[in-house]
Every structure is written in C-alpha cells, then in structure tokens.
C-alpha cells in the first residue's frame, strides 16, 4: 500500500521531502495524483485504439498508446504541480485558467477514439451505409457520363419509329379512301371500280410500297442504334466494374458516421456529450482540487521556501555587485595614483 501512496504522490508533483512535514496533506495529493495517472492510462488506451483504426498495427498501437500515455501523464502532471495556493481565490483562478483550458481540450482530444469504441456497432451499420451511398453517387456519375449519349440514340429511335407510324397511318388512311370509293361510302357517294377508285387505289398501293421502303430501312438504322446502345451499356458496366470497392473503415469516416448518427439520433447525441463531459471532469478533476482546495500546511512550507530562495538569490545579487564596485573603486584608485 506504501508503494501505491508513494507512487501516487509522485503521479501528483509534489515535493515528496516537504509533504512528509505536513502528513495531513498526503491523501490530498494521494488523490490528485491517482487522478493524473488515470487519466495518461485512459489516454493510453484511447491512443492506442485511434492507431489501431487508422493503421491496423498491434505493435504500432501499443507502442504510440504508450507514448501518448506518458505524455498527456506527464503535461498533467506539470499542470498541477506548476499551480500553488495563494491568498486571493481570483487571484488562484486567473493562474488556472489557462490550465484548465489546456486540460478541456486533453479531454475532447483522448475521448473521441473511446467514444468511437463505445459507439463501434452503431458505426459499423452507419458505414455500410455510407459505403452503399458513395457506391451509388459513383455510379451515378459513371451513368451521367454515357446518358446524354444513350439520350441522343432513343431519340433518334423514337424519331424512326415516329416515321415508320406516320406513313402506316397514311397508308391505312388512302386504303380506306379507296374502300369508301369501291362501296360508295365516301368520295363520289357511287359504288363502283371506276378510274377515280383506281387512282385512288393507286396512291395507297403507292403509299404502301413506300411504308415497305421505309420500314425496312429505319428498321436496319434502328438496329444498328441499339446496338451502340448495347455496346454503351457493356461499357457502362465495365467501367462500374473497375470503381473502387473498398470498404470505408478509416478513422476520418468512424467520426464522420459517428456524427450522423448523433444528427439523427437524439440519444446518441446526449450520450456522446456525457461521455465527452465524464473525460471533461476527469481531466480537470486535479485542477480544480487544487484550485478549490484550502490552502494547508504544504502550502505554507512551499512558500516559506521559495521565499527563502527568492531572498537569498537577492542577497547573493547584491554581494556580487558589492564585490563588483568595491573592485572597480580599486581599479579607478590604482589608475589615479599611477
């Protein structure tokens, strides 16, 4: 147990000598140096878990988790070590703010890889459809790149085929011209196979020829139209065929997904702020210990001492310059009387 409060109280910064002065502050600082040390493990695991989405190493992982560990331990550390009690409560507050702005921006950076574990099958199903989404827009343009082509060939079809409609509706129409010539039903009102139903009969056989013509030739230039349609659609699928498949898995699309789902879904979005301010708090936790903690016998030792220092530093200033001026009198005595 004395090795755990010992390392703790190194984990904390403080002046382990001094602390054994004033005994009544060493679970106090006991406790701010658990603290700390928990928050570089966290930061460990978090680290390690970002490398490992981004490069898939174990190795990697663990080694960068370790670093990035026993750096946001180490920034900690100094965090709440470089902070000392005084007599104003603003005065304490303005020294830390800066602090806790540094320990607010450690949170939100060692947090969002754990929050993206936290979330991982939600993420997982949310980039499955992302991956369909991107597989659909890139087909899409693939699509739009053949279509004003694909557009002019159904047009001209749809032209040729209008050709082929109108002169049948010619010929239907001069053919019965001619049966309403024969029965008397139309034309001169007298049944009969005379020269005007023979003319008549004439101009239909004559349109039905041409509608043969007609039929045979935009049937040959329709075949060959969809034909290049076919040819456009085998490309067309080619080229889909050789689009980039892979799965999106990296940690740019893990936080991408992780904010759609957060925009769509109310519950997520509060657990993902609660998660955030639990590494808030935690990360600013020896921070304001510190800040609101009263000011206690280590804290008095702490400044006796640096006062002490502080006066003899001024002291040891003044000999000098003394000694200083004392040899310069000397010189300027010895220059005079030589």
């Keep these: 147990m004395k090795r755990f409060r010992d390392f703790f109280l190194f984990c904390s910064g403080v002046h382990v000598p001094m602390l054994k002065r004033a005994p009544s502050e060493t679970n106090k600082y006991g406790g701010i140096g658990a603290t700390i040390f928990f928050t570089g493990l966290l930061a460990a695991f978090s680290g390690g878990y970002a490398l490992w989405t981004v ?5 990697g992982a663990v080694v960068f988790g370790i670093v990035w560990g026993l ?22 507050f303005g020294m830390a703010l800066p602090r806790l702005v540094l320990a607010i921006l450690i949170a939100v950076v060692i947090s969002k890889p754990l929050e993206l574990k936290v979330f991982e099958k939600e993420i997982n199903q949310e980039l499955i459809v992302m991956e369909q989404q991107v597989f659909k827009t890139q087909e899409d343009k693939v699509k739009d790149r053949f279509q004003q082509q694909v557009n002019t060939l159904n047009a001209e079809i749809a032209q040729l085929n209008e050709g082929i409609r109108q002169q049948a509706i010619k010929v239907d129409t001069l053919q019965l011209i001619a049966q ?5 039903t139309g034309g001169s009102r007298k049944q009969n196979l005379g020269p005007i139903y023979k003319a008549k ?16 030739q935009n049937g040959a230039l329709i075949a060959q139209k969809r034909q290049q349609l076919a040819s456009i659609d085998s490309t067309r699928q080619s080229t889909v065929g050789t689009l980039d498949r892979s799965h999106i898995d990296g940690l740019a699309s893990r936080l ?8 769509r879904s109310e519950p997520v979005k509060w657990a993902n702020w609660f998660i ?7 990360e600013t936790a020896p921070v304001f210990v510190k800040l609101i903690s009263p000011r206690g016998p280590y804290d008095d030792l702490l400044e006796a001492h640096e006062h002490a220092y502080i006066i003899f530093r001024k002291e040891t200033i003044e000999k000098s310059e003394r000694a200083y001026n004392k040899r310069m009198m000397i010189g300027q005595t010895a220059g005079v009387n030589s």
């Design 201 to 216: 009969k004439a101009d239909a056989d004559s349109a039905a020829a041409l509608l043969q013509r007609v039929t045979t």
């Design 256 to 263: 991408d997904a992780l904010g759609h789902l957060t925009d």
């Design 55 to 59: 490069f898939s190493s174990p190795w």
């Design 71 to 92: 750096m946001i331990f180490n920034l900690d550390r100094y965090i709440v070590s470089g902070m000392k009690k005084r007599s104003r409560f603003m005065q304490e």
């Design 180 to 184: 309403q010539e024969a029965d008397g």
């Design 276 to 282: 955030m301010l639990l590494f808030i708090t935690i």
